[in-house]
């Protein structure tokens, strides 16, 4: 009973110029299980290998055409097939030829006239080698995804990690300002009263004396009572509306501050957009001429289940790149008005709404939109970019939400980044 060999499924190729070896090569290894695939010179034998990504090749070294080194050169700088194991057939003994099929990329040499005894063996050692280089390299592949998975769940982490302390900072923040202004506008009311009150005993002196002494109507001209009495209630108005701007600017700093929100919940968009906004106001300006303009072009939309404080953190990462960018390019001259548009709409027929956040920058290059959504890829400086900004901002809203995030350059140029989720996700429909 013969012995098996050790993988009858292998496929091997045989590049031979001369007929009569070429079969008895075929014959010897057909024998012993294999799949042999003949070629009568190496222009053909190396089309073969293309086309069959055998397991090991056996050449000859003399051959009409392109001869068994040049075989080794071209299957070794053939990424597809590079792990191939070679064996050149050779009558040549001399160490300084041995040394030149080496460094063509032969594996092993197998000296002429043939014996099968020794054919079979280098046969099956070549095979064992080829499998433990495959198993190899797929070990190798598993641990440098292992390796990327766990350095996007680091970095994951850590983003979260920023994020949260940076919720807490800003909800503290918004706390601390929502106390004194609370006073403040609580008290305006007082204030005003007392004004007016003061004024009306101002005016009733007036009337019941008309003629004041010298020292009071010298005062009264210094002081313009009249523009005074007429001032007062625009100024306690302006505090009023500084007051309730604050309050505003104090909502949007909570509603950021929910970065740290584990549940999905039915929210406005807009709402963590406006956030968002207010969080990169004091970057817009980028020096005393430039300014970036902020374009909005909201929709009515339903509210939409989400992540909040996930959904933030997508906005927080495109603004913040649309605005380094833009001061970048404004620095180099590239741009003389830098502009952010926003513009939020319901996807025609479809469950989804559509954000999109476009910059009129330089549009962004082909190359550079392939692989902008990749773990560390990114084209900042070293030391001002992780990029995995981008990464996580396309896990959020693909895996998160079951939504899709795309870079797109828009029609009249510029980078845009646009993000569609449903407006209802299982998790809360279910």
Same mark, same amino acid.
Request: net charge negative; charged share 25%.
């Given at each position: ?55 090991? $090749? ?17 299957? !070794?700088?053939?990424? =597809? $097939? ?117 004024? =009306? ?35 306690? =108005? ?42 990169? !106001?004091?970057?817009?300006? $980028?020096?005393?001429?430039?300014? $970036? ?5 909201? =929709? ?131």
């Amino acid at each position: 009973m013969k012995e098996p060999s050790l993988n009858p499924d292998a496929k091997l190729l045989v590049i031979e110029d001369d007929a009569t070896t070429r079969l008895l090569l075929r014959k010897i290894l057909q024998k012993e299980g294999y799949d042999v695939t003949l070629a009568r010179d190496g222009l053909e034998g190396f089309d073969k290998a293309l086309e069959l990504h055998p397991a090991l $090749i056996l050449s000859d070294w003399m051959m009409p055409g392109i001869d068994g080194m040049e075989v080794c050169r071209r299957v !070794r700088s053939c990424p =597809e $097939i590079a792990a191939t194991f070679l064996i050149l057939l050779s009558s040549r003994e001399t160490v300084a030829d041995r040394v030149e099929g080496l460094d063509a990329g032969a594996d092993e040499f197998l000296s002429k006239p043939i014996d099968p005894n020794e054919l079979k063996a280098r046969v099956r050692a070549g095979l064992r080698q080829y499998e433990l280089t495959r198993e190899l390299s797929v070990a190798n592949s598993n641990l440098i995804e292992t390796l990327q998975k766990l350095q996007q769940a680091q970095a994951r982490l850590i983003q979260s990690e920023k994020m949260s302390s940076l919720g807490q900072m800003v909800a503290g923040i918004a706390h601390e300002i929502n106390n004194p202004i609370n006073f403040i506008e609580g008290n305006l009311s007082f204030a005003n009263d007392y004004i007016q009150e003061l004024l =009306e005993i101002v005016e009733l002196y007036r009337n019941c004396y008309p003629t004041p002494s010298e020292v009071i109507q010298d005062k009264l001209d210094e002081v313009d009572i009249e523009f005074l009495m007429e001032d007062s209630q625009k100024l306690v =108005e302006s505090m009023r509306f500084g007051a309730s701007r604050i309050h505003q600017i104090v909502k949007h700093l909570k509603n950021f501050a929910r970065l740290d929100e584990a549940e999905m919940k039915r929210v406005n968009v807009h709402d963590g957009l406006e956030s968002t906004l207010i969080m990169l !106001r004091n970057r817009f300006k $980028i020096n005393d001429d430039r300014e $970036i303009e902020v374009v909005k072009h909201y =929709e009515d939309l339903p509210k939409v289940d989400c992540y909040p404080g996930q959904l933030n953190q997508v906005f927080l990462n495109i603004l913040n790149n649309a605005v380094y960018f833009l001061s970048e390019y404004v620095r180099r001259g590239f741009i003389d008005r830098p502009k952010i548009c926003i513009d939020t709409c319901l996807v025609a027929e479809s469950s989804q709404i559509q954000i999109s956040i476009a910059n009129n920058g330089p549009s962004i290059t082909e190359e550079v939109r392939q692989k902008v959504f990749d773990p560390f890829f990114t084209t900042k400086p070293v030391g001002q970019g992780t990029g995995m900004g981008l990464s996580i901002c396309y896990q959020i809203i693909v895996e998160r939400h079951l939504g899709q995030l795309s870079c797109v350059v828009p029609p009249d140029g510029g980078t845009a980044f646009v993000i569609e989720i449903p407006i209802e996700q299982p998790e809360l429909n279910s």
